[in-house]
C-alpha cells in the first residue's frame, strides 16, 4: 500500500465515510485510552497498515486517510483497562467490527482467539487472552452508498389498510424452482418476478424479514451443532448478512425494496437492538464489547463483571446511553434513507425502553422514535414484551406504535379448538381489543393481529399437533413453549386419514378468515397460505434446511386452493372498506336508524345478554357491522356440528348476499331472504352482506 499521511478528520458521521478522495473513519469510546485503525489487503488476511487515532473529541475518535477508496476492508484495536470486576473488557489483540460498519468481509470462525479471556484459565473471563483473533473474525468494509433509485416511491399504504406477511428471506427462494441456484436464498433471488408477482396476486401489502442484519449465533461454536437460521444473535446494525448476498454489492438489497415497491408492496425489517451475538461474560469480543463494554451495555449494578439481562440472551443493549442510543437512530435513519425501508419490527421492544432495567413510556428510546422527522412516516411495531421483571408490556407503548397482540392469537386458536369460554374474549379480540389499546386516542390498527408467527406452530402443525416434536433441535425436546392451543384433529401428525384430514382443513380456513375479518392489522406467516409444515417443531431457529425451507414444489392442488381462498378474504377484507377505519368501536347507534356500529348476535337471532357471554359451551357467535353505506353479517361456528341459526331480520326489501363461506358446504344459493333460518356448517365461518 502507498504511502499514506493521515489527517484529524472529523467527528461525525461516526463509521467510515468515503467523500471521493479519501475515507474519514470515526468511533465511539468514552473509556478507551487508544484506538488503532487496521487496513487489509483485498481478502481481509493480511494486515497492511495500522494508524494510531490520536484526535478525540467528546469520546468520539477520528481520522481521515487521503486516497483510501471504498471496498478497502479494516477493523479496530482499541486500548483500555481491562478489568471485569469494574466493567471494562478492553483487549487490543482482538480486531473489532465497526459498529457503524454498513458491510463485512470474511467469515468469523468460532476460535478460541475470539474471546478477550483465556478460555482454558481456570480464572474464565477474569482472565487475559493474547492471542490475535484478526484471523478468525469478519472485518468492516468502506461503501459507496449512491445508487440509482430511479423513480421509486414507496407506497406509503395506510396503516389501517395494511396487511403483513412475515417471511424468512433465506428459507423463501431456496427452493424455488425459477429461482437461479446462485441467487437462492438471497436478497437477489426475492427480487426475482415470480416472486413479487405472487405476493402481489396474493394480496399482502407488506413483506416482514426476520432478521437480515449480519449475525453470528452459534456457527462453528463447540458443542453446537446447530446454527441460529433466525438470526436473532446480530453482531451489526448496519452491515446485511452476507450469506444473503448473491455478489458482493448493497445494491441487491436496494433493488430488491424498488422491486417491492413497484408492486406496491412495503417492505418491514425485523430489527434486534435488544442485545447482541456477544452474549454474555463469557462470549466472544468482536465488536462493542472491545470498544467499550461498559458504555454499550447494561451492567450488573451490584457486580460489573455481569450483565444485567432482560432478553434470556445473556445482556441487555444500553440504549440509556446516548451514544449508544444514537447508533440505534442512526441505523434505524440508515435503513430509511439509504435502503428506503417502510417499517420495522422491534423484537423484544420493551428492553429498548427500560431507564434503571424498569420499562418507562417516558424513555429516552421511545422519546427518540417518536420525534424523529425521518421516521415519523415510518410504520414502528413493537413485540411489547421481554423477559425481565415487569417485561409483559401489551397495551404499553405510545401511540404512534402497533404492537403484537398475543392475546389474539391465544383466543383464537382457543376458539376453534372447541375450548369453553371464549366468546367473550373473541369478540374483544375481533372488534380490535380496545380493553387493551384503546387509550390516548389510539387508533384500532394498533393491534397487530396474528395467529402464528416464526416462533410456535405454523398453520398446518397447529392444526396437526396437539404437542412439539422439537427433537432435531438437539435439546431434548426442552426448547419451545408448551403453550400451544393446538388440537390435531384426532391424530397426531401427518396422515391419510380424510375426516381427520377434513378437519384440519376446515379449520385453517375459518382460522385464517378470522385474522383477515377482524380489526386490527393481520398478519400471517409465509407458507401458512398453501400448508407450509415444520413437522411438529414450534422453534426451527436452527433448521436451516427443508424443514424450514418453503418447499415450492411440494404444494399440493388442496394447498393452492387454501392460497386462493387466502387470496378471496385478502380482496373481501379490502373491497368492504369496513376494515379500514381508525377508531375503535363504541357499540352505540351511528345515525337515527339506531342501528350500532357493532352488534354481536347469537344463533338464536337475538343480541347476546351476559347470560350469553358467560356460557361456557357456547362455541359460536356473529357480528353485524354497520358503517351507513354497509352492513355485513359474520358468523363464526367452532361447533363439531352444523347448526342451525336465525339470521336478524330486516327490511322486507332486502336479503343477504352471501359473500364468503370457508366450509363451501353452505349451497349454491348465494341469497337469503331477511330473518330466514339457515344451516351453518361445523367449522365455518359465513359472512353475508345486505343487498336490496
Known sequence: MAEIKPQDGYPYPLGSTYDGKGVNFSLFSTHAEKVELC???????????????????????HIYLPGIKPEQIYGYRVYGPYKPMEGHRFNPNKLLIDPYG??????????????????DSPDKDLSFSTLDSAPYVPKSVVVDDNFDWGDDRRPETRFEDTIVYETHLRGYTKLHPLVSDAKRGTFAGFTHRSVSSYLKWLGITAVEFLPVHAFFGNRHKKGFVKDNYWGYERVSFFAPEQSYLAGNSLDEIKQMVKTLHKNRIEVFLDVVYNHTGEGNQMGPTLCYRGIDNASYYVLNPENRRYYYDSTGCGSSFNLQNHYVLN??????????????????????????????????????????????PVLRKIKLIAEPWDVGFGGYQVGGFPPRWAEWNDKFRDVVRRFWKGDTYQVAELASRIAGSSDVFNYYNRDIWTSVNFITAHDGFCLRDLVSYNQKYNYANGENNRDGTDSNWSWNSGVEGETDNRVVRDNRFSR??????????????PMMVAGDEFSHTNMGNNNPYCQDNVLTWITWEGITERD??????????IR????????DRRKFFTGRPI?????KDITWYTDKGTEFGNNDW???????????????????FCILNAHFNEISWQLPPIDKNCGWNLLLDSSDKFGSDNKVAGGAKIKVPAWSVILFEIKK
Open 591 to 595: 345515525d337515527k336508524s339506531g342501528v
Open 614 to 632: 358467560h356460557d361456557a359451551n357456547r362455541r359460536s357467535l356473529a357480528y353485524s357491522v354497520y358503517t351507513g353505506s354497509r352492513y355485513v
Open 327 to 372: 447508533l440505534v437512530m442512526d441505523s434505524l435513519r440508515y435503513w430509511v434513507e439509504k435502503m428506503h425501508i417502510d417499517g420495522f419490527r422491534f423484537d423484544l421492544a420493551t428492553t429498548l425502553a427500560r431507564m434503571n432495567t424498569e420499562y418507562k413510556r417516558e424513555s429516552g428510546f421511545l422519546y427518540a422514535v417518536n420525534q424523529d
Open 572 to 579: 373481501l377484507r379490502k373491497k368492504l372498506k369496513i376494515f
Open 560 to 569: 393452492k386452493g387454501l392460497a386462493r381462498f387466502v387470496r378471496q378474504v
Open 508 to 521: 385453517a380456513k375459518a382460522m385464517l378468515a378470522t385474522l383477515m375479518l377482524s380489526w386490527g392489522t
Open 39 to 61: 487496513l487489509f489487503d483485498e481478502f481481509g488476511v493480511n494486515e497492511v497498515a495500522r494508524y494510531a487515532i490520536t484526535e478525540s473529541d467528546n469520546n468520539i475518535w
Open 102 to 119: 454498513k458491510k463485512l468481509a470474511g467469515k468469523l470462525i468460532w476460535h478460541k482467539a475470539i474471546f478477550g479471556y483465556d478460555i
